[in-house]
């Protein structure tokens, strides 16, 4: 069957690469089209129609910044839906571009399949009326999301976490620290995030933290849509060393973590690595988000296990002093730790077992067929 996927930034492109690989596994007939990154691309052994790097616009002020390139993209991938009338649309993420291509392909008779649900439960609710009527069906990862759609009125599958399936195949490099240059001293992990408004926003604080902890190194995770020298103008040039498509293997070494708000600080949770979570925007974005949005939380740790696990720094609150005084916490307070840690290990059963991609695949190809 013919499969078109789209995602439209850096952790739906992970998911929908693993989907792909299930889906190849469960129908030796399979084809792909997609947008997506360069995991999704080299699964499918060809370049995306639109690479992610010109799709992840995040908040409500860079939306309109970018508003022609939105309309471009939307078009473009129209076109290309009419003329690969696939079997399957399978839409991960990304609610405001993948809602409207679904209010499309509705139209034109193509089945939609929503894989990794829009957060409609953060905010604007009612979305989920429009969801009803042009998605066939949704395949949600996170516990909570069924009963949040049952109250709707709609049936959905609960999947598990595609992040797990991820971990799961996750091998660690022997010689991490060698083949990067680091040194022996314990590792700070940076993850400031896989699009330029996050970069720009957090990276500049999180470069003068080095200096109030010298025993400790500090290590960039760098998007994989971005160049060193992207990073370096952020800081002074080897101040800091950046490190792309091994965030696993720094997760795996780090002591603590600085982590923007998204699906990195699950990640992060995950390898039981103590983090705080940061997160700033345009101050209009986040005053308009204040005012919307429907949960206590912002980062996914919090909203899964719904206690404040660790510490959000939003906005005025992510300055130099409370992320320091934070950090030092993470490194140096034994019981403060040692709780983040064991609550972690309650995340661990509450998220589930691996297996998402594949009981995904089995579910849109029993459907189809």
């Not at 639109?50 to 970018?66: Q, R, W």
């Not at 370096?232 to 600085?258: G, K, S």
Request: charged share 25%; net charge positive; hydrophobic share 45%.
């Amino acid at each position: 069957m013919n499969y078109y996927l789209i995602a439209g930034e850096t952790s739906g492109d992970l998911h929908g690469a693993n989907l792909m690989r299930a889906l190849k596994k469960k129908d030796e007939q399979s084809s792909f089209r997609f947008v997506g990154g360069n995991e999704m691309e080299v699964e499918g052994g060809q370049s995306a129609v639109i690479h992610t790097s010109s799709m992840a616009f995040m908040g409500f002020v860079e939306v309109l910044a970018n508003v022609f390139t939105i309309f471009k993209n939307l078009k473009k991938v129209k076109k290309d839906l009419l003329d690969y009338r696939p079997d399957a649309l399978i839409l991960i993420d990304f609610p405001g571009f993948n809602l409207k291509i679904a209010e499309f392909a509705k139209k034109n008779q193509i089945k939609v399949f929503y894989y990794i649900s829009p957060k409609v439960w953060a905010w604007n609710q009612k979305r989920v009326l429009k969801i009803k009527k042009r998605v066939d069906h949704m395949f949600c990862i996170l516990p909570f999301e069924v009963d949040f759609y049952e109250k709707w009125g709609m049936r959905i599958d609960y999947v598990g976490n595609p992040l797990l399936d991820a971990i799961s195949r996750f091998g660690p490099e022997s010689n991490f620290r060698e083949k990067h240059g680091l040194s022996s001293k314990p590792i700070v992990a940076l993850l400031p995030g896989s699009r330029k408004m996050e970069v720009s926003k957090h990276l500049p604080l999180m470069a003068v933290l080095p200096k109030h902890f010298p025993r400790y190194q500090f290590v960039i995770a760098g998007a994989p849509n971005f160049s060193t020298s992207y990073y370096e103008q952020f800081f002074d040039a080897d101040q800091l060393p950046v490190i792309f498509n091994q965030t696993y293997d720094l997760l795996t070494h780090a002591e603590a973590a600085i982590v923007v708000s998204g699906t990195a600080t699950l990640e992060t949770a995950l390898f039981h690595v103590p983090q705080v979570v940061v997160y700033k925007a345009n101050a209009l974005s986040v005053w308009l988000a204040r005012k919307l949005i429907k949960v206590k939380y912002i980062s996914l740790v919090n909203l899964i296990m719904n206690v404040p696990v660790v510490r959000e720094l939003i906005q005025g609150e992510y300055n130099v002093d409370l992320v320091k005084d934070e950090v030092d916490r993470l490194l140096n307070n034994e019981p403060y730790r040692a709780n983040m840690l064991q609550n972690y290990k309650s995340l661990d059963i509450k998220m589930g077992e691996v297996g998402a991609s594949e009981r995904t695949a089995e579910l849109i190809i029993k459907y189809l067929r």
